[in-house]
């Protein structure tokens, strides 16, 4: 949870600690029963989804170290594939041509080229081989291709995770303070001839307001004395 949740949070608790030290006041109040149940209702989905964001954090980490060897390992191959081309070519004219390195590089292009060169070179596999490409590249080349393209879809589903339950964490608690705001209601309706209570509550219900940075005194100028001439 960020800061502002995390204040959010202590006003709810600061408001159960109230409610529980007047119990005997809500008896038989449906209305507060009604919110204090939506109210903890949320705090568990709170709770679940801050769970999840926490553990999308590592699994984003260890998915995109994966993702960027495999990146790694593909862009290399493609290298190879596109030096042993333009040896090639001047045996086979415009084989080049059909070797070039992906731009933009991203993993779409990537794994295209890594098909497209996969295809191109059945035909002149022995000629790429003697132009200097590694014999088992185009089996490596596919292989490594479809490993790319699983680990980059799991990196993608680890961001969309996160994502997920951040959003939820967002909606909970736009829940929550609506329901509190609505429980306040019936409070304040409990003991409107109750000055007492009634501070007592705005206490208990006051949302602390984010720490404001206080701004560094602006420096002052040094006054700079001419020099004089004698």
Do not use: C
Not at 90 to 111: F, V
Not at 194 to 206: D, F, Q, R, T, Y
């Amino acid at each position: 949870m960020d800061n502002s949740q995390i204040r959010k949070m202590n006003k709810i608790e600061s408001e159960e600690a109230f409610l529980a030290d007047n119990a005997a006041d809500f008896a038989g109040d449906h209305n507060i029963a009604r919110f204090t149940m939506l109210i903890n209702a949320e705090k568990v989905r709170i709770l679940e989804f801050n769970a999840r964001k926490t553990s999308s954090v590592d699994d984003k980490r260890r998915a995109g170290a994966v993702y960027e060897d495999y990146r790694r390992q593909l862009s290399d191959l493609l290298k190879l594939f596109v030096g042993a081309a333009a040896i090639v070519d001047a045996d086979i004219p415009h084989t080049a041509d059909k070797y070039k390195n992906p731009y933009p590089r991203s993993d779409h292009n990537l794994i295209a080229k890594a098909t497209s060169f996969a295809i191109d070179s059945v035909p002149i596999q022995h000629q790429l081989i003697e132009a200097g490409l590694p014999p088992e590249a185009i089996d490596n080349l596919l292989l490594i291709r479809d490993a790319f393209q699983t680990a980059s879809l799991a990196y993608e589903s680890t961001k969309t995770g996160r994502a997920e339950a951040v959003g939820g964490m967002v909606d909970a608690f736009r829940k929550i303070m609506e329901y509190s705001k609505r429980r306040g209601r019936s409070v304040r309706l409990k003991y409107r001839n109750n000055p007492a209570k009634l501070a007592a509550w705005a206490v208990a219900s006051h949302l602390e307001r984010a720490p404001h940075r206080e701004k560094s005194a602006p420096k002052a100028k040094q006054e700079v004395t001419p020099a004089t001439t004698e």
